[in-house]
Each structure stands twice: as C-alpha cells, then as structure tokens.
C-alpha cells in the first residue's frame, strides 16, 4: 500500500482518523456514519463483554439509543499509531461524559481498519475499560429501558 499525503502532510488514513475524532466530539450520528464505509463493522471489545459485532444500521440504532442520555461527550486522545504496511490506525483515548445517573469516564483503545483509499473505516475495533464498562453501562441501559417504558405507558 503506498502512502498517500495530502498537501498538510497528513495521510489519508490520519485525516480520516481525525474526522472520526471529531465527529464524536460534535455528538451527531450521521457524522459518526460519515467516515465508515458501506461494509463497514463496529466490535465491542473484549469479547467476554458479549457485544455483537454491528453493522452501520445495527450501530446507528445501538448508538442512537443511547445518545441523548449523554452530555458534554468529550474523547481525550493520549495517542495514535499509524501502520501504513497494514493501513490501519491504533487510538489511545479516554472519554468524559455527564449522564443522568452521574458523571461518565472510560478508557479505550480503537483500532480502525481502512479501506484502500483510507478515506473510509472498514472494520472499528472498540476495545473498552471492561470493568468501568460493566458497572456503568448496566446501570445506563437498565435506566434507558425504564425510561422507554415510561414512554410506552
């Protein structure tokens, strides 16, 4: 795979990386879908989480369920790791949010799998705190399905 540079020196895959960055901080879902392509698949990991792996219209429906009972989402980037030779990208983050039940935080490593052009996300590796995930994310979707409920009455 031979690297493609744009005029500010940043590869494909890099911009591509930054747009997905970005397009969490800015909390809109068609922009979260933007920069994955068509086949694109979202795993949740480590696999003992028993996430199944989504495609862009089980991710939209999963992750747009959950957004509005989040606030001021910020992700932190500690680092990222270009592989040109394997196209692919490796995110050190950290995120903070303010929910209803409290204040949110959790730690991830990303791997995002590019398509030839880097311009698009083939396959999104979501690798989470798993005991931060665990406690604060049952609570969050036991409190989202009492919430629909209450709807539904």
């Keep these: 795979m031979a690297s493609t540079l744009s005029s500010n020196g940043l590869s494909e895959r890099r911009k591509t990386t930054l747009q997905a ?9 068609e922009e979260i879908l933007a ?3 068509e086949k694109c698949t979202h795993e949740i990991l480590p696999k003992s989480l ?4 989504m495609s ?3 991710y939209k429906a999963y992750f747009s369920g959950i957004m509005p ?6 992700l932190q980037i500690n680092d990222i790791i270009e592989d040109e030779k394997e196209n692919k990208i ?4 950290q995120s903070t949010a303010v929910t209803d039940l ?5 730690e991830y490593m990303l791997v995002l799998y590019f398509n030839e052009s880097g311009e698009k996300v083939d396959r999104f590796l979501e690798f989470v705190d ?18 629909q409920a209450e709807k539904e009455e």
Excluded at 50 to 53: A, D, G, K, L, R
Excluded at 90 to 93: L, S
Excluded at 130 to 147: D, G, N, P
């Design 102 to 106: 409290g204040p949110y935080a959790n």
């Design 35 to 37: 920069w994955r392509s």
């Design 50 to 53: 028993n996430q199944p792996t």
């Design 56 to 58: 862009n219209t089980l």
């Design 69 to 74: 009972f989040f606030r001021d989402f910020k």
């Design 130 to 147: 798993s005991a931060s995930s665990r406690e604060s994310m049952v609570a969050l979707m036991k409190y989202i399905a009492e919430k």
């Design 90 to 93: 490796v995110i050190w983050a």
């Design 21 to 29: 960055i970005k397009s969490y901080d800015d909390w809109k879902i």
